[in-house]
């Protein structure tokens, strides 16, 4: 009997253990069962973004069809005429009443399509059907791309998004955030003091890639609004300018019809050389894209550095073809000693072909753009006696900042920051895809120089495209 109890007792010990760990192995799988769920790569969070995938390709589906009917009526009716923009917004309409279509300022016989639901902006071409976009989206409250947060409210958050994204700073202008980047520590929390991202991507065994802790600033166009009540706002345009002394813009040297050439008091002429033009130096991937993506989603990024490696290099050649990787870190060095077709292989070449942005070499408009920002909102605290468009460096060969930038000063009053962007004006050189007309000397470099104390931050210099030295550096600029 007594034998009997004592099997009994450990016979229900074992199961009380089998018991716990039951509950045990249960709340971990349950744990797993919910991250998977709802964490940020969870079968919600995927599932959502299969739905905004889906929402698009619909939306430039219903485009395409448009498009393609009118088409096979004129093949039909033996007309060989190119498509017209009219009969394109006519043809939408038709197949959808909800969808608001325009004209596309500024670019003939190119139309707008904004659907009512998602508010999707896509550029259309009428003559060739061209797609561009979604270039805007995340107005309606309900769009998957429309976090509702403010920058401060983001910059707490402290974690990346996965797709491109729209916050809203403390005046009710929009940011929109490129996947893969979050809200910079040291970002202001309105545009007018400049709104920084950093980029957060990581490799797939969650190492950082070369690029993370890059930093970008966010350049807004169209209205932006200065106070909560959006009672006072000013206007950032789209354009290519020339500035005068006292930093207004010169309309006379600034037309740049026909052809966007940048009149010049001489024979020739500065022109934002399209994807197909043959000359020898290198220019913008894609500057009506750019120019499209800048209206429809209210701005663009620009680095906030000059471009940066890791490691200190020596002197680079033309046909070096051993380059190192690109990043923009205040703790790195300025990557100079390049020449300009290297400069935009680098930047284009900074993040893959598969994101949902794109990077390049700063185009002329950027600079511009940014420069007419940075000098409606000057925050600078050295001295002003200059607009910026007209500031000159504030260092000198004997700083020794050519590989450093001048936010390693320790005397503030040489520190070119503004709008927590640096070195516009100061430190190099920097490479754009601008082109000038004579054929010796198609590079134009932008901004201020140590080595020359009477070149300023919106200053052209025309340069030939071997030229490496440690005055010239560049910038990389991200728009989606």
Known sequence: MRKYNILKRQQKGITLIALVITIIVLLILATVAISTLTGENGILKKVDNAKTTTIVEE?????????????????????????????LKTELK?????????????????????????????????????????????????SPWNTGKTVEEAKEQNKPYENKTIIKDDFGNKITVPEGF????????????????????????????????????????????????????????????????????????????????????SNYYFIEGVKDSITSNEHAKDIVLFRNSVSGNGGYYIGRYEARVKNRRTDKTDSDIELEKVNVKKEDYVYNNITQSQAAKLAREMYQEDKT???????????????????????????????????SSLNTEEDGLAEKGTNHLIDLSKQDKICNIWDMASNSYEWTTETYSYPDLPCVIRGGSYYNSSKYASDRNRINTTDAYDIYSFRVILYM
């Open 59 to 87: 939306e430039k589906e219903q485009i395409k069809l448009a498009y393609n009917a009118i088409l096979a009526d004129k093949m039909e009716n033996g007309n060989k005429e190119a498509i017209k923009a009219e009969e």
């Open 94 to 142: 038709k197949q959808n009443p909800d969808v608001v279509v325009a004209d596309k300022e500024g670019e003939t016989n190119k139309i707008e399509v904004t659907f009512d639901k998602s508010k999707n902006k896509y550029i259309v071409d009428g003559k060739t059907g061209e797609i561009t976009g979604p270039v805007s989206g995340g107005e309606n409250p309900e």
């Open 182 to 265: 979050k809200i910079g520590q040291e970002s202001a929390t309105d545009v007018t003091g400049g709104v920084v991202i950093e980029d957060v991507t990581t490799n797939e065994d969650g190492t950082p890639t070369d690029t993370n802790g890059s930093e970008f600033v966010w350049i807004p166009v169209g209205t932006v609004y200065t106070n909560e009540e959006q009672s006072q706002s000013k206007i950032i345009t789209v354009g290519r300018y020339v500035f005068k002394e006292d930093g207004t813009i010169d309309a006379t040297l600034s037309k740049t019809e026909p052809n966007d050439q940048l009149k010049t008091n």
């Open 357 to 391: 942005f794109t990077s390049d070499l700063v185009n002329s408009y950027a600079w511009d753009i940014a420069i007419e920002f940075l000098q409606e909102f000057d925050n600078r605290t050295t001295d002003k006696t200059k607009p910026y468009s007209r500031q």
